[in-house]
């Protein structure tokens, strides 16, 4: 089953999605310069991880854990 099919597993993805463009940004900012198309997702993922940084990582500890003990 894909992972876009399963919500928990969508999250999952969303949260490393975002976690991974908000790591680039800090990194290499010129990667994720553009904010339009499709490199514009990545850029208001690195966007969302930037201004919202205390839910994302509340966000992936919790699915950290229903991962490890669900």
Known sequence: MSALFE?????????????????????APNLLRE???FRGLFWKAARIGERLSPWVGIGCISMGFAVLFA
């Open 7 to 27: 919500f928990k597993a969508f999250l999952i993805v969303l949260l490393l999605t975002i976690c991974t463009c908000t790591y680039v940004k800090l990194k």
């Open 35 to 37: 904010k339009t198309g």
